[in-house]
């Protein structure tokens, strides 16, 4: 037990969780995604997008590249960590290396003129994409030693443990 005045450092649970098994998983789904998504662009897709109205031609050019963008940038952090994890790079090198590469935002609404004339399987890969996004820029948050900020919970056990963590484990 710590006397008083004493100083009990926070242990960061980020770099700990990022360098897990889970990393692992996360690791091959996003670059079996990129495979999947580039595969389909190549074949499918550009036989699909030839065929779709004027205006969703556009959005499907628009919405593909923004897709390969967000692929190219998540691939970029899973290699960069993997590295980290394998001790081939230091974190201090990787993080100055992911500094270069930001994350373009993801649109928080999907939609408007077209987008449900685009074909359903570029959607989901849309939908897949926008979710490991999101999996990753919470990991690349918890690695910094960021908590994200979670929106208030109605009342209930769950969020009253996560609000109790969250002080735990917040800075002091």
Excluded at 49 to 59: D, I, K, Q
Excluded at 108 to 121: A, F, N, V
Aim: charged letters at 25%.
């Amino acid at each position: 037990m710590a006397e008083q005045g004493e100083h009990n450092p926070t242990i960061s649970l980020g770099p700990r969780i990022v360098s897990s098994g889970g990393f692992d998983a996360l690791y091959r789904e996003g670059m079996g995604l990129i495979e999947e998504v580039a595969s389909y662009l190549d074949s499918q897709g550009r036989i699909e997008s030839r065929v779709l109205p004027r205006e969703a031609g556009f959005l499907y050019a628009t919405e593909s590249m923004r897709l390969t963008t967000r692929l190219m940038q998540i691939a970029s952090w899973l290699l960069l960590q993997r590295a980290v994890n394998e001790g081939e790079i230091s974190r201090e090198n990787a993080r100055a290396e992911k500094e270069k590469v930001k994350f373009s935002a993801t649109p928080s609404e999907r939609g408007g003129p077209g987008y449900d004339q685009l074909p359903t399987q570029l959607r989901g890969f849309i939908d897949k994409g926008d979710r490991l996004f999101d999996r990753v820029t919470q990991l690349d948050l918890l690695e910094r030693g960021s908590v994200p900020v979670q929106p208030e919970l109605a009342a209930n056990g769950i969020a009253d443990q996560f609000n109790r963590l969250r002080a735990a484990f917040s800075d002091r």
